[in-house]
C-alpha cells in the first residue's frame, strides 16, 4: 500500500502531479460530482454512514491513505510539515546530548499522562500523581491510579517496542495496563468491544442523539487491519502517519473505554518505533487539552466533510508548538540542574544529601517516610538531609503541617505546568455504550 499525497505545482517532481486549482475546476465543472461533494470533498471520501439492521445508523470509515482524492500537500501544509520535523529533530537531538536524560524523561511521562487523563474528564493534577506515588494518598485517590496505569501503559509500551513492531496485539496489551484494577475494569481491558459505542454530545446521551456512532463490532477487525497496516506505511512522511492515524483510531473507537488515551499513546509509539524520537519526549496532550473544543471539532470534520487537510494542519501546528516547548523545558531542565549541582558543590554538601537532590528529577515532591525507604536511612538521618535541602533553597515544606511534611522542588515543578481545566468542561460523552439507557433506535446487542 502506497500513500499518495496530492502535490501541487512546483513540489512534484517530474510526473506532472494534479494540481489543487485543477481539482477545484473539476469540481466546479462537474455538476454531478459538485452534488456529491460537501465542503469541497467528494462525499464518502473519508466515510460513509450505513443503516445497520436494528435501525441506526454507524461510520464505515474509508482505509488509509486516504485516496480519493489524496491528502493535498499545498506550499503552506509542505511548511507546517517541515516546520513540525525541523522542530522535533532539534528536540531529539537535544535529548540525545543530555547525559542522562531517563531522571527526567519520567516527569515528562507523568506529566503527559495527567493531561491526557484530564482531556477525558480526570481532575488528577500532576502534584496528586506525585503525591500518590511516594506515599497512596491524594485527594481523587481512584482518579490517580488511572493515571498511575497511564504511566505503566505508556512505558510498558516503550519497553515492549524495543524488540516488537507496534500491532493490534500490543495496542491490546497496553490497554489492558491501562485499565487494569480501576474504574474500567469492567470496560473488558485488553479486547476490542464486542458491542456498539457512541459518542457526545454529552456524558449519559443516548446512541439516537449521538454526535457520532463508530463503525459497528463485526467490521472492527478489517478497519483495525487496514490501521496496522498503514502505521508500517513507510511511503507516508512519519508525521503524516501518526496524524492520520491519531484520527481514525478515534473514528473506529475499537474500545468500550480509553480510545482517546490509548489513540494519543499512538501517536508518541508511532515516532518512537520509526526513530524519529530516540526519547520519548513528545506528548500532544498539553496542546489537545488547551485546544480542546478545536481538538474535537476537527476529529469529527474528518467524518462527514471528509477534512484530512484540516487535521494534519492543526495536528502538525501541534506537533511543533509541542516539540519548541518540550525543547526548551528540557533547556530550562538543564540549567536548573547546573545551578543545582554547583550550589551543592560549593556549599560542600554530604554524598547523601547529592544522592537525595539527584532523585528529586524523577520525584520532585517526598516525604521522609518516602526518603527512608528509598535510602534505607533512619528518620533523623533523612530529615537532616531535607533541612539541608530547604536551607540551600531546593525544597520547600508544602502543608504546612508539622507531622506528615512534604517537601517539594517547587522551581523543578514549575517548569511542568498544569493546563488549568476548562470551566464548563462536560465529558466528551464518549464511550457509551448499548448497556446504557438508550433512545428509541436501540440496536441489538451483538
Ligand atoms: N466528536 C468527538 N467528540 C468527542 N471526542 C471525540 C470525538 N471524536 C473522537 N473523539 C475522541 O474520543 C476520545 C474519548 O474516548 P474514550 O473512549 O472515552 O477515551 P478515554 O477513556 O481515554 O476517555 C476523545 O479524547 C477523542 O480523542
Ligand atoms: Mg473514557
Keep these: 500500500m502506497a500513500c499518495s499525497l496530492l502535490c501541487p505545482d512546483r513540489l512534484g517532481g517530474s510526473e506532472p502531479t494534479p494540481l489543487a486549482t485543477d481539482l477545484g475546476s473539476e469540481q466546479r465543472f462537474d455538476p454531478e460530482r459538485a452534488l456529491l461533494s460537501i465542503g469541497g470533498c467528494p462525499r464518502g471520501r473519508a466515510g460513509i454512514y450505513v443503516r445497520q439492521p436494528s ?22 501544509r509542505s511548511r507546517l ?27 515528562y511521562v507523568n506529566r503527559e499522562a495527567v493531561l491526557s487523563s484530564q482531556i477525558e474528564g480526570t481532575r488528577a493534577s500532576l502534584a496528586d500523581l506525585l503525591v500518590f506515588q511516594v506515599e497512596g494518598q491524594s485527594e481523587y485517590p481512584v482518579e490517580a491510579a488511572e493515571v498511575i496505569n497511564h504511566v505503566s501503559a505508556m ?20 490497554h489492558r495496563v491501562l485499565l487494569s484494577g480501576v474504574r474500567g475494569q469492567n470496560r473488558e481491558p485488553g479486547q476490542f468491544r464486542r458491542t456498539q459505542n457512541w459518542i457526545g454530545p454529552a456524558a449519559g446521551c ?89 481538538y474535537y471539532d476537527r476529529l469529527q470534520a474528518v467524518r462527514l466533510p471528509g477534512h484530512w487537510e484540516e487535521w494534519l494542519d492543526f495536528f502538525l501546528r501541534g506537533v511543533a508548538e509541542t516539540s519548541t516547548e518540550s525543547w526548551r523545558t528540557v533547556r530550562a531542565i538543564l540549567d536548573l540542574q547546573q545551578k543545582h549541582r554547583e550550589l551543592l558543590q ?35 538521618g533523612v530529615n537532616r538531609i531535607v533541612l539541608r535541602l530547604v536551607e540551600l533553597g531546593i525544597l520547600q515544606e508544602s502543608t504546612g503541617n508539622r507531622r506528615n511534611r512534604r517537601f517539594a522542588d517547587d ?36
Design 155 to 174: 512505558n510498558h509500551g516503550l519497553s515492549r517496542l524495543a524488540d516488537l513492531p507496534l500491532s493490534l496485539n500490543l495496542i491490546c496489551e497496553i
Design 81 to 107: 510539515l517541515s516546520d513540525a520535523t525541523l522542530a522535533l529533530g532539534r528536540l531529539d537531538a537535544a535529548a540525545q546530548l543530555i547525559p542522562n536524560p531517563d531522571l527526567f524523561i519520567g516527569m
Design 206 to 294: 443516548t446512541l439516537a442523539q449521538a454526535t457520532f456512532v463508530p463503525p459497528p463490532p463485526q467490521k472492527l477487525m478489517e478497519h483495525l487491519t487496514n490501521l496496522e497496516n498503514f502505521m508500517h506505511d513507510e511511503t507516508c512522511p512519519p508525521l503524516i502517519r501518526a496524524g492520520l492515524a491519531h484520527a481514525q483510531f478515534e473514528t473506529i473507537h475499537p474500545f468500550l473505554d480509553g480510545n482517546g488515551r490509548i489513540g494519543r499513546l499512538l501517536i508518541t509509539f508511532m515516532l518512537f518505533q520509526e526513530r524519529v524520537l530516540h526519547r520519548p519526549l513528545l506528548y500532544l496532550s498539553y496542546f489537545l487539552k488547551s485546544n480542546r473544543a478545536e
Design 55 to 76: 435501525g441506526y445508523r454507524a461510520f464505515i470509515p474509508q482505509s488509509l491513505p486516504p485516496g480519493n482524492p489524496p491528502i493535498e500537500l499545498t506550499l503552506e
Design 346 to 380: 560549593t556549599r560542600k554538601v554530604s554524598g547523601n544529601v547529592v544522592r537525595v537532590h539527584e532523585l528529586l528529577w524523577r520525584y520532585p515532591i517526598v516525604t521522609i517516610p518516602y526518603l527512608q525507604r528509598e535510602l534505607k536511612l533512619t528518620y533523623a
Design 411 to 446: 522551581d523543578y515543578l514549575s517548569l511542568f505546568a498544569d493546563v488549568p481545566n476548562d470551566p464548563d468542561e462536560t465529558s466528551s460523552g464518549a464511550d457509551r455504550q448499548e448497556d446504557l439507557p438508550l433512545g428509541p433506535r436501540r440496536p441489538k446487542r451483538a
